[in-house]
C-alpha cells in the first residue's frame, strides 16, 4: 500500500516474536523497525532481527522514572546514550523515545534531546504514553525538540481523550516528519492515531501526497479487524460500516442530488476502497425510499412512496433498520408495481 513503515515488533520479547520480526524484515522493501529498552540485550536483539531501524526508549517522566524503571535521570540519559551509540556502531539508523515525554519536566526533555543528539540518533520520536496531550500542545512540544536536534521528528500518540489523530496532525503543522499509527487504532488502552485516519487528513485536508494507496485502506481495516478480533465500531471514521452511510431524508435526498452536501467531499467512498448506502429507519424520507425502490425494479407513484415511507418510519422506530425484504413487502402491500427483480 505505500506504507513507509513498518515497526514489526518487540524482538526480545520472545522467540516467536524475534521470528516473526525477521520474517517481515527479509520480505519486504518497506523499512522495518524493531522496538527495544535501553537495555544491551534488547538492542542487541533488535539488530540481530535484520531490521532497517532500531526504537530504542527509555521512562522520562519522574513517575515512571521511580514506579517503573526505578532509575535516576542521570542512569537514563546514560542508558539513551549507550543504547543510540551501540546501534549507530553496528550501521543502523536510531530512533529514541523519551517515554511519557508529554509528562517530563522540559528542562529534562531537553536535556536527554540534545545527549542522544550528540549520540547520532536519527530520529526523536515523542510520545503522548499516557493520551494527555492537546494538539496546540503537542504544537509547541514538537517546535521545542527541534530547537535541540537536528534528528527528523515522529509523533506518537495515544486516544485516550480521542486527541491522537488530531496531535498526529499538530505534530505534522509544527514539523514533525513523521507519525506513528495502527490501523483501526489499535493499541494500549483506547489505542493509538489510527492509519486511516491520518492518512486521509493528510490527504484530502492537508492535499499532501503521502504515496498510499488508499483504496485499499477499507480492505486493510477489515482484514486487521479480523486478525485480531477487534471488532471496527460502526461510527469509526473512515472503514466505520456507517461513515458512507445516509438515514436521515435531508442528508440522503442532499447526497442523491450532489454527494457534496452531506459528504466531506473531499473524501469520496471510492477514495477509500468502500461503498455509499442510504439507509433505511426512522428517520429515512421519501427521496430514499423512492430510489431503493427504483433500485429493486418497482414503479412508484408519488401516494405509493408516501405510505411506504410512513411505513418504513414506524417499522424503522420499533425495529431500527429496515431490510431491503421488509422493503420490498411493504411495497407488495402497497400494491405497488413491479416490472422485474433487480439482482445485486
Request: hydrophobic share 40%; net charge negative.
Amino acid at each position: 500500500m505505500g506504507t513507509h513503515v513498518i515497526e514489526a515488533g518487540f524482538p526480545v520479547n520472545s522467540d516467536a516474536e524475534f521470528e516473526a520480526v525477521s520474517d517481515i524484515a527479509a520480505s519486504t522493501d518497506v523499512t522495518t523497525c524493531g522496538l527495544a529498552r535501553v537495555v544491551d540485550k534488547d538492542v542487541e536483539a533488535a539488530l540481530d532481527s535484520g531490521v532497517d531501524l532500531v526504537h530504542v526508549f527509555v521512562s522520562t517522566s519522574d513517575v515512571q522514572l521511580q514506579d517503573s524503571m526505578h532509575a535516576s535521570r542521570e542512569e537514563a540519559v546514560e542508558r539513551a546514550v549507550a543504547s543510540v551509540e551501540r546501534v549507530k556502531e553496528a550501521g543502523v539508523d536510531a530512533m529514541f523515545s523519551p517515554m511519557d515525554a508529554t509528562r517530563t519536566e522540559e528542562s529534562f526533555l531537553v536535556d536527554i534531546v540534545e545527549a542522544v543528539d550528540d549520540a547520532g540518533v536519527d530520529w526523536i520520536n515523542i510520545p503522548d504514553t499516557c493520551g494527555v496531550c492537546t494538539p496546540t500542545r503537542m504544537a509547541t512540544l514538537v517546535r521545542k525538540v527541534r530547537e535541540h536536534t537536528d534528528a527528523q521528528i515522529d509523533v506518537h500518540a495515544h486516544d485516550d481523550f480521542g486527541l491522537a489523530s488530531a496531535n498526529a496532525m499538530a505534530g505534522f503543522e509544527a514539523g514533525a516528519h513523521q507519525a506513528q499509527v495502527s490501523v483501526n487504532g489499535i493499541g494500549e488502552r483506547a489505542g493509538n492515531a489510527a492509519y486511516e485516519e491520518v492518512v486521509m487528513a493528510a490527504e484530502s485536508l492537508y492535499g499532501v501526497e503521502t504515496g498510499v494507496d488508499t483504496t485499499r485502506i477499507t480492505e486493510l481495516a477489515r482484514l486487521v479487524e479480523s486478525a485480531s478480533d477487534i471488532p471496527i465500531p460502526a461510527n469509526k471514521p473512515v472503514v466505520g460500516r456507517n461513515a458512507f452511510s445516509h438515514e436521515s431524508g435531508i442528508h440522503a435526498a442532499g447526497v442523491l442530488e450532489n454527494t457534496d452536501t452531506f459528504e466531506p467531499g473531499v473524501m469520496t467512498p471510492e477514495m477509500v476502497g468502500a461503498t455509499r448506502e442510504f439507509v433505511l429507519g426512522k428517520h429515512t424520507g421519501t427521496h430514499s425510499v423512492r430510489k431503493r425502490l427504483e433500485d429493486a425494479g418497482f414503479e412508484p407513484t408519488d401516494d405509493e412512496v408516501r405510505a411506504v415511507t410512513r411505513r418504513v418510519k414506524d417499522y424503522g422506530a420499533e425495529k431500527q433498520r429496515v431490510t431491503m425484504s421488509e422493503l420490498k413487502r411493504f411495497a407488495r402491500e402497497e400494491g405497488v408495481t413491479q416490472t422485474e427483480e433487480v439482482r445485486a
